[in-house]
Nanobody
């Protein structure tokens, strides 16, 4: 069993910044491949925000390009999302996602962290 624990959400004014973190852990050895962040706003479907491979290749939703930066620390099995120039439309629950091998392949989700951007 692999768990993802997120932190860093909160309330911020428009134009502000937040940094989300997500760490993968387990009582057994495992390998982390792609990691990413998704978000779900009230009344909307969950959508991709950004992903990063274990080779550090990144992919972003058009709506966050130039404002958000995804990064990871493979030694700590941690992924980060630096969010700058936040807008009210960025308000959502942000979920961490990881593809892990334990040794079988699993897709794991975090519990979600709420980001609220006030206008």
């Amino acid at each position: 069993q692999v768990q993802l624990v997120e932190s860093g959400g909160g309330l911020v004014q428009a134009g502000g910044s937040l940094r989300l973190s997500c760490t993968a852990s387990s009582g057994n050895p495992f390998v982390v491949h792609d990691m990413g962040w998704y978000r779900q706003a009230p009344g909307k479907q969950r959508e991709l925000v950004a992903t990063i491979t274990n080779g550090y290749s990144t992919n972003y939703a058009d709506s966050v390009k130039g404002r958000f930066t995804i990064s990871r620390d493979n030694a700590k099995k941690t992924v980060y999302l630096q969010m700058n120039s936040l807008k009210p439309e960025d308000t959502a629950v942000y979920y961490c996602n990881a593809q892990v091998v334990v040794p079988r392949y699993l897709e794991v989700w975090g519990q979600g962290t709420l980001v609220t951007v006030s206008s």
